[in-house]
């Protein structure tokens, strides 16, 4: 990273999650739609929930619901909910990268994810909105 960041220069790599929001058509879709992961900023954590409906026999937590569900926890180094900005993304995971290239030094950032899940948005953005900081990616 930059020389002038003393605590983050010495880090190889980060590793961020960005959940992205429900599709227009998912919601429209008239199915019931569940939240089956809960982001927790603050402590950097992903929490995914699996629906134990259809195992007999498991145990887990019980959710307002009344299902039982499995969950799995995962800290990173940052995590963003579905209410993220591009501006926040840039700001706290991608800024100091594109600095450091600035500066002369080596930098890459990678999206990785199964398709739909909004690598393209975070990297380059909406395509509609090139004019305003809000809507932009990562990439320039």
């Known amino acids: 990273m930059t020389a002038t960041t003393n ?8 590793v ?3 959940v992205r929001p429900p599709l227009e058509r998912e ?3 008239g199915k019931r739609y569940q939240h089956a ?3 927790d900023e603050r402590h950097r954590t992903c929490t995914i929930s ?3 409906e259809a195992w007999r026999g498991g145990s887990g937590p019980v959710g307002a619901d009344g299902v039982l569900y499995n969950t799995h926890q995962f800290t990173f180094d940052h995590v963003y909910d579905q209410d993220a900005s591009q501006e926040s993304v840039y700001e706290r995971s991608a800024k100091d990268a594109v600095l450091s ?12 994810g199964q398709t739909g899940t909004g690598k393209t948005f975070t990297m380059e953005g909406d395509p509609r909105a090139r004019h305003g900081n809000s809507a932009i990616g990562i990439l320039p």
């Open 37 to 39: 992961v809960h982001v």
């Open 7 to 14: 605590d983050r220069q010495n880090e190889n790599f980060k």
């Open 16 to 18: 961020v999650i960005r």
């Open 50 to 52: 699996e629906n134990l």
């Open 27 to 29: 919601v429209a879709s």
């Open 101 to 112: 290239t600035l500066a002369g030094y080596n930098a890459a950032m990678l999206a990785y």
